[in-house]
């Protein structure tokens, strides 16, 4: 098993371009979710999906979408990037309620 | 809100010391709470974990109790390895066994040989 994958794992983009963060899991687990980790702040979720087809916000929602079309990915969308989306952004799968949740390497974004 | 508070860092340690990284949280109910491990450059992994008050969660020689009347669940390791520096991460997630999980800041742990 590869376990969660993320692609890229670094990216430079300029203040308004638009992007997509991938992310994919082999674990086939229902609940998947993307957090973004800054210096001093911890991790703070940003959306999450409890199954294909259902999607939710977090904690730090604005200026990113996602869907869910198959259980195997969970794509996070940059729409027109800002330098305060400078971060890295992991994403994360678990099979179910309390259970641990699996982490991916991570993307390193960086907005100029 | 649910929120976790953890020791600021960094600690810096020598071989063999021991460790305790303090952690209390705020929450409604029976959170489950996690220690999380982020070694240089990967992802966050689970260390260890407690679902219910007095629980002990343990691996790797490290160990956390649940502890309900001080809302805590601080790590602590006998003695720390030069391959434990790593970043240490506590979090909770909610009475129903919540998918989402409140984190605290990290503490940055360096053990010197």
């Known amino acids: 098993n590869a376990g969660v994958t993320q692609t890229p794992k670094f990216q430079v983009l300029k203040t308004g371009q638009s992007m997509t963060l991938q992310c994919a899991q082999d674990m086939n687990h229902e609940y998947m979710s993307w957090y973004r980790q800054d210096p001093g702040m911890g991790l703070r979720l940003i959306h999450y999906s409890v199954g294909a087809g259902i999607t939710d916000q977090g904690e730090v929602p604005n200026g990113y979408n996602v869907s869910r079309s198959t259980t195997e990915d969970f794509p996070l969308r940059l729409l027109s990037a800002a330098p305060s989306q400078t971060s890295v952004y992991f994403c994360a799968s678990s099979y179910g309620r309390g259970a641990e949740q699996f982490f991916g390497p991570g993307t390193r974004l960086t907005v100029l | 809100g649910d929120s976790v508070t953890q020791m600021e860092g960094p600690v810096t340690l020598s071989e063999e010391a021991c460790l305790t990284i303090n952690c209390t949280y705020t929450a409604t109910g029976y959170p489950s709470l996690f220690w999380y491990v982020q070694y240089p450059g990967e992802g966050l992994q689970l260390l260890l974990k407690?679902?219910?008050?007095?629980d002990k969660g343990s691996n790797k020689g490290f160990e956390a109790t649940y502890r309900k009347e001080t809302t805590s669940f601080h790590l602590e390791k006998g003695s720390v390895q030069v391959s434990d520096s790593a970043v240490y991460f506590c979090a909770l997630s909610d009475q129903g066994g919540s998918e989402k999980l409140v984190f605290g800041k990290g503490t940055k742990l360096t053990v010197n040989p």
């Open positions: 407690a679902t219910k008050a007095d």
